[in-house]
Nanobody, 120 residues
Framework: QVQLVESGGGLVQPGGSLRLSCAAS????????MGWYRQTPGKERELVAV??????TNYADSVKGRFTISRDSKNTVYLQMNSLKPEDTAVYYC???????????????WGQGTQVTVSS
């Protein structure tokens, strides 16, 4: 069993900051990419930021310069969100591309989602 547990969502005023965390636990052999996606009603889930096992990061154009993704050696990924805008309001999902055994193929695992609301 693999679990991705997210925390840190909430309500914040425009211009404010939030920090999301996602910890992966369970039967994990290796983790490749870890990232954050977001989704609003009626729209497809979109990539926000990703951190690869090689240390590179990529961001959606809409969040570049405002959001920062990082990860530690304990299978935890963070998303620091600054200068938040109302259009950042969404459910944010943690994603990990990982293998549970050395002989298994990589698969996508998802957290349960955390609501971020940016409103005055």
């Amino acid at each position: 069993q693999v679990q991705l547990v997210e925390s840190g969502g909430g309500l914040v005023q425009p211009g404010g900051s939030l920090r999301l965390s996602c910890a992966a636990s369970g039967s994990i052999f290796s983790i490749n990419d870890m990232g954050w996606y977001r989704q609003t009603p009626g729209k497809e889930r979109e990539l926000v930021a990703v951190s690869t096992s090689g240390g590179t990061t990529n961001y959606a154009d809409s969040v570049k310069g405002r959001f920062t993704i990082s990860r530690d050696s304990k299978n935890t990924v963070y998303l620091q969100m600054n200068s938040l805008k109302p259009e950042d309001t969404a459910v944010y999902y943690c994603n990990a591309k990982l293998r549970i055994r050395s002989w298994t193929t990589q698969a996508d695992y998802w957290g349960q989602g955390t609501q971020v609301t940016v409103s005055s």
